[in-house]
């Protein structure tokens, strides 16, 4: 069992940064391959960035390509999203998850194992 907690989301102007962190409890923290997925109102959730298990392979939605950095910490069991540039249309729910299973980066949200309770992302214009 693993246990998801986002931190680090707030409300910021058009232009500025943040630095979301998940903090994976429970063991194996480099099994897992980590992606970040957020929703805003209205929308369905979507893929933002997804990292293999070794930090190796990483993926990002054409939306925040050039905008946002994913990165791990497997000793301290944490994946990172720093977001850059923001727009309004970042403005979402943001939300990591933790997939066990084969692939190295893992686009389908039905694939992951465990999810986080979400943290919300406000980028004012």
């Known amino acids: 069992q693993v246990q998801l907690v986002e931190s680090g989301g707030g409300v910021v102007q058009a232009g500025g940064s943040l630095r979301l962190s998940c903090a994976a409890s429970g063991s194996a923290f480099s099994m897992y391959a980590m992606g970040w997925f957020r929703q805003a109102p209205g929308k369905v959730r979507e893929l933002v960035s997804a990292i293999s298990r070794s930090g190796n392979s990483i993926y990002y939605a054409d939306s925040v390509k050039g905008r946002f950095t994913i990165s791990r910490d497997n000793a301290k069991s944490t994946v990172y999203l720093q977001m850059n540039s923001l727009k309004p249309e970042d403005t979402a729910v943001y939300y990591c998850?933790?997939?066990?299973?084969?692939?190295?980066?893992?686009?389908?949200?039905?694939?992951?194992?465990?999810w986080g309770q979400g943290t919300q992302v406000t980028v004012s214009s």
């Open positions: 998850a933790a997939d066990l299973g084969v692939g190295t980066i893992v686009k389908n949200a039905l694939e992951y194992d465990y």
